[in-house]
């Protein structure tokens, strides 16, 4: 099975703190994403990755950043965390369409990020 | 840009009947795919359904089913013999031949027993 995995379930940080959010698969994808969930908007995506070292800013990239040096982990930072950004974040991985008959996103199980 | 709309934010059921949760998608691509996503309350993103945009069949795992109406662009779920286990938020999900997922703001379902 493929798994994803966020490294915290639940993360509290302080206004201003530098935050890392770090996803790894295991199923040699392609495709890494992050969104973000909040109540009534679902999911929009904040960065994907195609490849090592290759990003692309999705719909709401302002306040952060990504970063994918091996293919299996793709890290998300908030380089100043904010309250505004307190929220439910996922990841997921995928293979790329024409790869294979799996082209469903894989999601990690969601870190929920609170700012004080 | 492409977009995903559910416009039922919550829905309820009878257990053992049977619901229908409703999404529909914007684009100018041929070739796509779609996909129906469960969240239950331990916030785990499941894949409930998938669809081919060049499969003209609907795509159906056991108790749930598609009815994917292309010219339209619309992509229903609908599940039979609704269970307890069912009660989930639902995102119905577009994408591309490209690298993108599209997901709509989500159906919170609710299995009355």
């Known amino acids: 099975d493929v798994k994803v995995t966020q490294s915290s379930r639940y993360l509290v940080k302080r206004t201003g703190e530098k935050v890392f959010l770090e996803c790894v698969q295991d199923m040699d994808h392609e495709n890494m994403f992050w969104y973000r969930q909040d109540p009534g908007l679902g999911l929009r995506l904040i960065y994907f990755s195609y490849d090592v070292k290759m990003k692309e800013k999705g719909d709401i990239p302002e306040g952060y950043s990504v970063s994918r040096e091996k293919k299996e982990r793709f890290s998300l930072i908030l380089e100043s965390a904010s309250t505004n950004q307190t929220s439910m974040y996922l990841c997921a991985s995928s293979l790329t369409p024409g790869d294979g008959m799996n082209t469903e996103a894989f999601f990690g199980q969601g870190t929920r990020l609170t700012v004080v | 840009a492409q977009t995903v709309t559910q416009s039922q934010p919550e829905m309820s059921v009878q257990e053992a009947e049977t619901v229908t949760l409703s999404c529909t998608y914007d684009t100018s691509e041929s070739d796509y795919y779609l996909f129906w996503y469960k969240q239950p309350p331990s916030r785990q993103m499941i894949l409930v359904i998938r669809?081919?945009?060049?499969?003209?069949q609907n795509a159906t795992e056991n108790r749930f089913s598609v009815n994917f109406q292309k010219a339209a662009k619309s992509f229903s779920l609908k599940i039979s013999d609704s269970q307890l286990g069912d009660a989930a938020m639902y995102f119905c999900?577009?994408?591309?031949?490209?690298?993108?997922?599209?997901f709509g703001t989500g159906t919170s379902l609710t299995v009355i027993p």
């Open positions: 999900a577009y994408r591309r031949t490209g690298n993108q997922f599209y």
């Open positions: 669809q081919e945009a060049y499969k003209q």
